[in-house]
């Protein structure tokens, strides 16, 4: 594997990086200037990172119970209970891992919760206050309808039993949180919906959204959430600014522009573009001999009329990038920490300025949204299988 997508793999690994900043023994966990005691641990993990994190805890404590749920095709082994769930649609499984979450809070006898959550948790544990195939179609109409994904995550929250802090009313000890965040600006209430994080939206945030689109039938089914959440300690202790930081102590010249890149992915390439392009010709922003470090979750928009083949936010990243970059040395990578890029098997690319695609196949591949299949051919496709975290997106330009 290349060097720089290894240490980016390494450097959003949740497992190493629990490692590194949490002591765990059998009766004591201590955070930073956090610490607690306890006798009876009880240790639920959700979401892509799920498996690398409980890994960790289950090596060092005997919890009372263990419940570990993650995407399906995981195929991982533990000493955990381990439920396969489905994203990134809500089914019947999310339905039956929140089921047993709850029950086990209820039913099992603890004097701490260890609640450990990454991304993909909002689909693989979910239940609705409204009967599934309800809560089916209103996701399919609210996520067409033009509504802002805050406006979507606000209904989502206040049609939940568990989303927007409502898991943490299920608990009869203290719940201590370990947090990987996929989201850009680390917005606790939006991480997997924030299950043990206070909710500062409203019902009649909700309400309002509702109406504007003109779904307000399901008006009646919203129910207000917690605004203060107590013996709820949550702490973030992976995000994608950690790993761009830990990237630029191995690259020339890094600059980091920021870790919250969003809009198009074919209009981030554009952007990465013409900063090589002003430097080369202007030597500003820099001159030779740097590396452009970004992060992010660039969006893909495929309108409901088109077709689309093979593809991902990252590849579309680079084509857009080689579209518009001027002739020069460079090499590009675009990786997706949690390994899966798009519809597609791949992780990202890694182009470089020797890589030659004439225009009007770049352009219909980025019509069509099948990027991939055009970056196939040229062997530029980077594939790591299951990561098992999520940090989501990574950029580098190399420039020598």
């Avoid at 000890?173 to 996929?182: G, H, L, Y």
């Avoid at 690259?251 to 090589?276: D, H, M």
Wanted: charged letters at 25%.
């Amino acid at each position: 594997m290349d060097e720089i997508v290894s240490k980016i793999l390494d450097y959003s690994d949740p497992y190493l990086v629990l490692q590194k900043k949490v002591k765990l023994s059998k009766n004591e966990v201590i955070y930073n200037n956090f610490k607690a005691s306890f006798k009876k641990p009880l240790v639920v993990a959700v979401g892509k990172a799920a498996y690398k994190m409980a890994k960790f805890f289950l090596e060092r404590i005997d919890p009372v119970r263990s419940l570990t749920i993650l995407p399906k095709g995981s195929n991982v082994k533990l000493n955990s209970e381990i439920i396969e769930s489905s994203h990134p649609q809500v089914t019947l499984s999310s339905l039956e891992a929140a089921r047993r979450v709850k029950e086990i809070l209820q039913e099992e006898d603890y004097d701490i919760f260890f609640f450990l959550l990454s991304g993909g948790a909002s689909a693989l544990m979910e239940d609705p206050l409204i009967p599934i195939e309800e809560y089916s179609q209103l996701n399919n109409d609210i996520v067409k309808s033009g509504l802002s994904i805050n406006e979507i995550n606000t209904i989502r929250k206040h049609l939940s039993s568990i989303k927007g802090g409502n898991l943490a009313l299920y608990s009869k000890a203290p719940i201590v949180s370990f947090i990987v965040s996929d989201v850009p600006g680390n917005d606790l209430s939006s991480i997997g919906s924030g299950p043990t994080a206070p909710d500062f939206t409203t019902i009649e945030d909700a309400k309002e959204s509702l109406i504007k689109v003109g779904l307000d039938k399901y008006v009646k089914y919203l129910k207000e959430t917690p605004k203060d959440l107590k013996n709820v300690n949550n702490f973030i202790i992976l995000d994608n600014m950690d790993v761009l930081l830990n990237l630029s102590k191995d690259t020339k010249n890094p600059f980091i522009l920021t870790s919250e890149i969003r809009g198009e992915a074919r209009s981030v390439g554009e952007l990465i573009a013409s900063v090589y392009n002003s430097s080369s010709l202007y030597s500003i922003p820099f001159s030779k001999n740097y590396t452009f470090i970004i992060g992010g979750e660039p969006d893909v928009t495929i309108r409901e009329s088109e077709r689309y083949g093979k593809g991902g936010r990252n590849s579309e990243v680079a084509l857009s990038l080689l579209k518009w970059i001027r002739k020069g040395k460079f090499k590009f990578y675009a990786i997706a920490t949690d390994g899966i890029d798009g519809n597609s098997e791949y992780a990202g690319c890694i182009i470089d300025d020797s890589l030659t695609i004439n225009y009007k196949d770049i352009d219909e591949a980025l019509r069509t949204h099948s990027s991939y299949e055009l970056l196939e051919k040229y062997g530029v496709v980077v594939k790591t299988g299951l990561t098992y975290t999520n940090v989501n997106n990574v950029y580098l330009l190399i420039v020598p």
